[in-house]
């Protein structure tokens, strides 16, 4: 006997594609929403506070460290090829290239997107959502849209503050601990980062990412079976999905500006 029946694979595979499809079609309406979003911007403007203020201080301490350990790594590896000095500007690049968008995107999935998955998904069991169809209210105008652009603006200034937290812990580690120039540790930095090409690029990866994570928050959220464990499995799913996306994405992106 067969370990598998082509009926099975055949739903499986139905399956996966309406899942696809639904999802495409909820990207293309949050995406839709952005003129009515505007004219909400209260509700956007609460949400970038729900979602950016309540996520700075595990973003700031955590760059600051990250800061911390790179301005060791860092200097320790320099030093043996005699370019210590150049330790701000490896230090800085790493950070506004890489380390700020991708390490800002974990940390924002596993607190913000975890929040809005377990938000959306309890007004789901709780028939809030329900409600507003009956009323003839549009939930994902209502609901999704103002927390789908509140992370998307509130993604980018996370990394920002993520990458200068960093900036600060490689200099405190590597001029104030350490004893590298001051003045050769910000010269570098000031010579070798470009702000449309390094900073830019840095800006562009942050915003597909909030992009990336908080509509898998919402969607996750929104799917989400009206019990205490569908609440429970989208959230965790959440988690896995948005990380395995962000780096998928990083990679694409990292290939393709550095081919451009």
């Known amino acids: 006997m067969s370990w598998y029946r082509p009926a099975d694979v055949g739903f499986a595979t139905r399956t996966l594609l309406a899942d696809w499809g639904y999802g495409a079609r909820l990207f293309l309406r949050l995406l839709g929403s952005f003129g009515s979003s505007l004219r909400r911007f209260g509700l956007v403007r609460d949400q970038i506070h729900f979602l950016g203020n309540y996520s700075l201080s595990i973003i700031a301490v955590s760059g600051l460290f990250v800061g911390f350990v790179f301005g060791l790594q860092g200097y320790y590896t320099l030093q043996r090829y005699g370019s210590s000095e150049a ?3 490896l230090v800085t690049l790493s950070m506004v290239r890489e380390l700020g968008p991708v390490v800002t995107a974990l940390l924002f999935a596993g607190r913000a997107g975890t929040s809005l998955t377990a938000e959306i998904g309890l007004m789901k069991a709780g028939e809030q959502i329900s409600v507003m169809e009956m009323m003839a209210v549009d939930p994902i105008q209502r609901v999704l849209a103002p927390r789908f652009w509140g992370g998307v603006v509130a993604m980018p200034l996370l990394a920002a503050v993520f990458s200068a937290m960093g900036v600060i812990g490689g200099w405190a580690v590597g001029v104030v601990m350490i004893g590298v120039d001051a003045g050769s540790f910000w010269s570098q930095i000031q010579g070798g980062v470009d702000v449309w090409k390094d900073v830019g690029n840095g800006v562009a990866k942050s915003v597909i990412f909030g992009l990336a994570v908080t509509f898998v928050a919402l969607l996750q ?20 999905v948005a990380s395995l996306t962000v780096l998928g994405l990083d990679f694409i992106m990292t290939a393709m500006m550095f081919t451009i």
């Open 87 to 89: 330790l701000g500007l």
């Open 221 to 240: 959220g929104y799917k989400a079976q009206p019990t205490p464990e569908g609440v429970a499995s989208a959230t965790t799913r959440t988690v896995v």
